[in-house]
């Protein structure tokens, strides 16, 4: 058995993180991750290579690598189940770890969070936040439930596993050679391009 260090890990690699892959294998979302990537992608030049953190079955860089054929793909994912399923993504390189322990072996124009730091334990978020720092050499993107101040938010009926707070704004303090390019809101609402309603943030190093 894997030994974690917080107990997010484990719920995460183990029987809830399984049942996660099945209700969020579908079809439906295709259009929409296309949609949210292509508005978020339009504010970034030049992307070769992305990496995701907490990628799961890899519709984000699906969606990715719908609109831009030719990038290089890479995502971590805890869960073997959804590790799986990744690894059947075309030439992607796919890591089965925690965040905690990943390093990335070289670095990419776009390193990505979207739906992880939200589940992360709060005394862990530096650790994740340094590991996306260090995956890219360009731009970051953060899309994750925002809100100005911590706060924690009962999840499916359990306690301590998802928190919101002003993650980018962490990571700018953090980084002082990072810098915000844009940002924008999915709602769930949409009646075109649905999703989970998310803050996105797309975050840049400064030349030099």
Request: glycine share 6%; charged share 20%.
């Amino acid at each position: 058995m894997e030994q974690y260090q917080t107990r997010q890990e484990e719920f995460w690699a183990g029987e809830f993180g399984d049942s996660y892959v099945d209700r969020n294998d579908s079809s439906q979302l295709t259009g929409a991750k296309a949609a949210f990537w292509t508005k978020v992608l339009s504010h970034a030049r030049q992307i070769k290579s992305v990496i995701e953190l907490g990628a799961n079955i890899g519709l984000n860089l699906r969606a990715i690598q719908s609109i831009l054929p030719e990038v290089s793909l890479a995502g971590v994912e805890i869960n073997k189940k959804a590790y799986s399923q990744l690894c059947q993504i075309p030439d992607i390189r796919a890591y089965n770890e925690s965040v905690f322990d990943f390093s990335a072996e070289q670095t990419y124009t776009l390193s990505v969070s979207c739906g992880l730091m939200i589940h992360i334990n709060p005394e862990f978020l530096p650790v994740v936040y340094d590991v996306l720092y260090r995956s890219t050499d360009k731009y970051i993107l953060v899309a994750e439930y925002y809100n100005p101040t911590p706060v924690t938010v009962n999840y499916r009926g359990y306690g301590d596993r998802l928190f919101k707070r002003d993650f980018p704004g962490e990571m700018l303090e953090r980084f002082s050679d990072l810098s915000l390019v844009d940002y924008g809101f999915v709602y769930h609402g949409d009646p075109k391009f649905p999703l989970d309603d998310l803050h996105w943030f797309l975050l840049t190093k400064q030349a030099g």
